[in-house]
């Protein structure tokens, strides 16, 4: 799954500071949006989806899934992207005790309901990769990234 962010040129590391979530999930749009997979229609879903629901998305420490429902206007196609942020982003949690934070952002888009939960599936597996998730976290650049990719492919 590595090689299929690096292949389909999926990989975004954003350049500025971003510290708000609203703005993480945007950034961790902007390949797919650029790819024209998805428009800001679905960017904004999600969004709505995390204030509704709360933060949802963040799946593990570090760690955040944007994605909304299966039958999200503004999706013309399947990918997952991958973007690392510089800093972790907090997310507010209302009644947690757990501060929600996350730098990689693993961002879906699917056209239909099996798709979506064959991105899942994938991206899970991939996530339970011993020692993957830190490894991720100290890459700065696609140059980092590849050499993650060589390790873990």
């Known amino acids: 799954m590595l090689k299929y962010f690096f292949d389909h040129q999926l990989i975004h590391y954003p350049d500025k500071e971003i510290t708000d979530w609203r703005e ?14 998805i428009d800001q229609t679905y960017v904004e879903e999600i969004i709505h989806c995390v204030e509704k629901y709360g933060p949802y998305i963040v799946i593990a420490p570090q760690v955040a899934m ?17 973007t ?9 949690s209302e009644g947690e005790n ?22 899942i599936q994938k991206l899970s597996e991939l996530l339970m990769t011993d020692g993957l998730v830190e490894r991720l976290i100290s890459t700065n650049s696609i140059d980092d990234y590849q ?5 873990y492919n």
């Open 147 to 151: 050499v993650v990719m060589a390790e």
């Open 24 to 37: 993480a999930i945007a950034e961790s749009c902007r390949v797919l949006i650029d790819k024209n997979i």
């Open 98 to 119: 757990e501060e929600k934070t996350a730098s990689l952002f693993f961002t879906l888009a699917a056209k239909n309901p099996e798709e979506h939960l064959e991105n």
């Open 66 to 82: 944007p994605h909304s429902s299966e039958k999200s206007e503004g999706v013309f196609g399947t990918a997952i992207s991958f």
């Open 84 to 92: 690392k942020l510089k800093q972790p982003v907090r997310f507010e």
